[in-house]
């Protein structure tokens, strides 16, 4: 589920084929494909390694239980460790074990160029009666708007093609590598670099992301997120759930420096659905004055997290050093605007989206049914007070 950027023109799509609820409306002619282009992983052909693995049927039982109750994805490794016993000594297991240990020991070292972790989803799990029914695919390399047709498999390896843009209705197995795992950990470094930049404080450091601890003596002025909902797109279903985070932005002294914060919102699954997350976004002492922004983004696919923060940043500082002499009001708008015009065209197409912004939401004020400036997210925020224990 994707947003496009309010500056780009509307795509419309042709359908080639339409989505089919059973094997016998397959389409087994390839249409027009987008080839893959060369990654850091291949998924395709973890997805046969998979498919292989899932012709076993202790692990297909347990690898189906997982995808049946996922919140909105499974690690491949958790997959690998609770199915060990079973197929520890197949090739195709040794295989993925060892991509998965590679890519999840790159993602824990020291600011990675890029970080992959191996996660798996099942598209409409209700309609499983068995793996006759159930299809394997992967998101395609490149530009979204030129996928007419998604490139999928059997549990026998047969290829089929599925409409890109519309959802089938059958089971769809997808193997993911820039999903809510990957979204964790770029969450982490990301604001650990706006630490470094000076542009923000160690709160989050020291809180490790727990959004619902006070760390002071006399507790916490916050507004917290009560209620939002996303509106309806037309992206790809291949791309599964949204990987939603909130790029919050404020004033934080009287020379008018920025406070900036990445905060994930791993709930934030699909549009057109209420979610009701309880969830803090903004600490009033980081700040010198009684407002601030929030903005959504969604990451989807591969992009370099260091570029983005770096382009950010950039874009901030920009401003910096121009506006000490501005009323603060003035500058707290600028810096939201230098958030989004800091990030290159391209990467909008198929890679970070720009999804709503709320511009200056006050300290001790709460906010119903409050549209974004896009029109693009409705939100409930409220103050919030946390108390020390």
Not at 153 to 165: F, S
Not at 216 to 229: D, Y
Not at 297 to 306: L, P, R, S, T
Request: hydrophobic share 35%.
């Amino acid at each position: 589920m994707r947003f496009p950027r309010i500056l780009l023109s509307t795509i419309v799509a042709t359908t080639l084929i339409t989505s089919c609820n059973n094997s016998e409306d397959l389409n087994l002619e390839p249409q027009s494909i987008v080839p893959e282009t060369s990654t850091s992983v291949n998924k395709k052909n973890v997805t046969m390694e998979f498919i292989d693995l899932m012709n076993n049927k202790d692990f297909r039982s347990t690898t189906l239980g997982l995808l049946k109750k996922q919140q909105p994805s499974v690690p491949l490794s958790k997959i690998l460790n609770e199915t060990s016993s079973f197929v520890e000594q197949e090739k195709p297991y040794q295989d993925l074990l060892a991509e998965t240990n590679k890519l999840e020991t790159f993602a824990k070292g020291a600011q990675p160029e890029k970080i992959e972790i191996l996660e798996v989803w099942m598209h409409r799990p209700d309609q499983f009666t068995d793996m006759s029914n159930v299809l394997f695919s992967f998101a395609p390399e490149g530009n979204e708007k030129n996928w007419s047709v998604i490139e999928a498999y059997t549990i026998n390896k047969e290829l089929v093609y599925l409409d890109a843009k519309k959802a089938p209705k059958q089971p769809v197995i997808v193997i993911e590598t820039d999903g809510f795992e990957t979204l964790k950990k770029e969450v982490e470094f990301m604001n650990e670099y706006l630490r470094q930049a000076g542009v923000q404080n160690s709160r989050l450091k020291n809180m490790k992301n727990d959004f619902n601890t006070a760390s002071k003596a006399n507790g916490l002025e916050t507004t917290k997120l009560n209620k939002i909902r996303l509106n309806n797109d037309e992206e790809p279903w291949i791309s599964g759930a949204a990987e939603v985070y909130a790029i919050t932005s404020g004033i934080k002294d009287a020379d008018n420096s920025p406070e900036i914060k990445v905060i994930p919102m791993y709930y934030l699954d699909y549009d057109g659905t209420d979610y009701y997350p309880n969830q803090i976004l903004l600490f009033w002492d980081d700040y010198q004055y009684q407002a601030a922004n929030i903005q959504l983004f969604e990451k989807d696919d591969n992009v370099n997290y260091k570029n983005l923060v770096s382009t950010i940043i950039g874009g901030v500082f920009q401003i910096i050093g121009t506006v000490s002499t501005q009323p603060w009001v003035n500058v707290l708008g600028q810096v939201a605007g230098a958030i989004i015009q800091a990030m290159p065209d391209q990467w909008y197409t198929n890679n970070d989206d720009y999804v709503d912004s709320f511009y200056t939401i006050e300290k001790n004020k709460s906010y119903t049914n409050h549209m974004g400036a896009r029109g693009n997210a409705k939100v409930n925020l409220a103050p919030f007070f946390v108390a020390s224990n």
